[in-house]
């Protein structure tokens, strides 16, 4: 089984938890996956578009994780 997940920037962990039949009590783990890491904290996630000063003009930007600017 596999699925694509959204990159959230942090290491994930799954876990599996169950309650006796009657389902009263407390949860018990039952299993739990290793850390799973991101591939790419710096992924661009989302895109932002914004109109310019002129009517044939929009910029595009992306949000990622990175502190850097860089101009165009």
Known sequence: M?????????????RYYSRDHSCSGNYSLIA??????????????????AYGDRLDQ???SY?????QYTSQ
Do not use: G
């Not at 739990?32 to 578009?49: G, K, M, V």
């Open 2 to 14: 596999s699925w694509q997940m959204i990159n959230l920037r942090h290491p994930l962990q799954f």
């Open 32 to 49: 739990q996956s290793i850390n799973i890491q991101p591939l790419n904290y710096n992924e661009p996630t989302h895109i932002h578009l």
């Open 58 to 60: 929009i910029f595009v």
């Open 63 to 67: 949000l990622t994780n990175s502190s």
